[in-house]
């Protein structure tokens, strides 16, 4: 049903066999998880078509949460897809994106690290951890936010 689109859509990016069905097999897992909400966040999922000034890089679809009360844009991909299944759609997209169109913008935002949440989960947690260990040893800086392992020795 949705393989046709998938393809005219993200072909140029994804065109084995293999992909296709493991697309399916998410979008089937999809289907049997419910719904949850964001918590206390006012999340909106936006799709916005980004055109490239460099013609050699391809046009593309930004696939975000706009947090309706910071008036923010914050990446998902590492949100849980259960509660990608509870984000309501901002009116923008609704206008501007097909139903089907926004199912596939939203698998190939979802799966962009791995076909499974487990995965993704694990990979987003071993990132956060191995972030703050790097910021604890690399970032000590002073009260006004200078970091004081950049400056000439006599000036500390």
Not at 20 to 47: H, R
Not at 112 to 133: L, P, W
Request: charged share 40%.
């Amino acid at each position: 049903m949705l393989e046709k689109r998938f393809r005219e859509l993200y072909g140029d990016y994804c065109d084995s066999e293999k992909s296709i069905k493991d697309f399916e097999k998410v979008f089937l897992n999809l289907k049997s998880l419910k719904a949850q909400d964001l918590d206390e966040v006012k999340m909106l999922l936006l799709i916005k078509s980004i055109e490239e000034e460099d013609e050699e890089i391809p046009d593309w679809h930004d696939v975000s949460g706009f947090d309706e009360t910071e008036k923010m844009l914050y990446s998902l991909v590492d949100t849980r897809w259960e509660k990608w299944l509870g984000i309501k759609i901002h009116p923008d997209t609704l206008q501007n994106y097909d139903p089907k169109d926004i199912i596939i913008h939203c698998l190939w935002e979802m799966t962009f690290y791995s076909y499974t949440q487990e995965i993704i989960q694990a990979y987003f947690r071993d990132f956060r951890e191995g972030f703050d260990k790097e910021l604890a040893e690399d970032m000590k800086l002073s009260s006004d936010g200078i970091k004081l392992d950049d400056l000439p020795e006599n000036e500390c």
